[in-house]
């Protein structure tokens, strides 16, 4: 079944809101810029030629820098030590699975990796596809049915649109990160450690910075990252997430063994170990998002998503 109107409107907004996100880190340096000139240079551009400027420069270096920004992950990655054989056998299953999808088969990365994940990426360089050891280790049905996820996500250009939106995204988590840090900064030293450091003469008995100038200046990159972080996470939710339930049900449609196949390696993927084998640059372009090790926080869309796909998929309801 086909999305509703609200589902393609809450997708359009989530659209818009992850192209929002690099004309805003755009316009941090265009807008200043262009006032300077203004003042110093007396060259008045107007508000509609900043806009238009802050749009093409935010759009157009997202759209170039993201599937380099991919290309040179994925050439970090541990490749998976296979044999002719295996390897031929993972290129002819994909070229299988994107034949039935309709889709030119991308060219393959098959990494070494406990995480049991898939990720499709696009752009100007072209598709690749990664694709982990565990994953390819799983059984046959629940294998090609994750491969068919990607090349669904490949088909309907999701994957293009996420991967340009890549780069604004990770400077938006670092920044909102390091805020974040700051803000929960403590002294790792307790009063006992400074006064055993003063008998011993290397260490002032106060801090060098104190932890609320930390907190405030934690907070303030909060603030200054809060125009670019609200529309990071709406299209999280409301674009990332429900193009992932779509390939879901573009799954589900080709048969009830794909469906069970397609919730057996979700299912899979968000119990297995190995988390932190997956980068979390690929997490908006996976077949799972993965839960930080240490934290428990998943990493691009909600915690809550994958519980969702696994229950409609499960009771055979579209998605």
């Known amino acids: 079944m086909s999305s509703g109107p609200i ?19 755009a316009a941090i340096p265009i807008v ?21 400027a802050t749009v093409v420069v935010g759009l157009g270096t997202a759209a170039v820098l993201g599937p380099v920004l991919v290309d040179r992950r994925i050439a970090r990655l541990p490749a998976a030590d296979l044999d002719d054989r295996p390897a031929a056998f993972i290129d002819s299953r994909v070229e299988a699975v994107a034949k039935a999808v309709g889709v030119d088969p991308p060219p393959v990365t098959a990494v070494r990796a406990e995480a049991a994940n898939v990720a499709v990426a ?7 596809l990664v694709v982990s050891t565990r994953l390819l280790s799983l059984p046959a049905a629940d294998r090609d049915a994750a491969l068919r996820h990607a090349m669904v996500r490949l088909r309907t250009r999701e994957a293009a649109f996420t991967t340009a939106a890549l780069p604004g995204l990770v400077v938006v988590e670092w920044v ?16 006992s450690d400074r006064r055993v450091n003063r008998i011993h003469g290397y260490e002032p008995d106060r801090e060098r910075i104190p932890a609320p ?16 972080w609200i529309p990071a996470v709406v299209g999280d939710r409301l674009f990332v997430g429900d193009r992932r339930r779509a390939a879901d049900a573009a799954v589900s449609r080709t048969g009830e063994a794909e469906r069970d196949g397609l919730a057996n390696a979700i299912a899979f993927a968000g119990e297995a170990a190995g988390s932190a084998d997956w980068p979390p640059l690929f997490d908006r372009l996976s077949l799972v998002s993965m839960a930080d090790d240490e934290t428990g926080r998943v990493r691009g869309t909600s915690r809550q998503e994958a519980r969702v796909r696994l229950a409609r998929l499960r009771t055979k309801r579209a998605l």
């Open 32 to 52: 200043p810029l262009a006032w300077l000139l203004g003042v110093a240079g007396g060259v008045d551009l107007g508000p509609g030629a900043v806009a238009l």
């Open 7 to 25: 589902e393609r409107a809450f997708t359009a907004v989530g659209a818009l809101a992850l192209a929002t996100v690099p004309v805003v880190l």
């Open 176 to 191: 909102t990160l390091f805020a974040t840090l700051l803000v929960g900064r403590r002294s790792d030293r307790s009063p």
């Open 122 to 128: 696009d752009g100007h360089r072209g598709p690749r």
């Open 213 to 228: 100038a930390y907190a405030a200046a934690g907070l303030f990159v909060w603030l200054v990252a809060l125009p670019a």
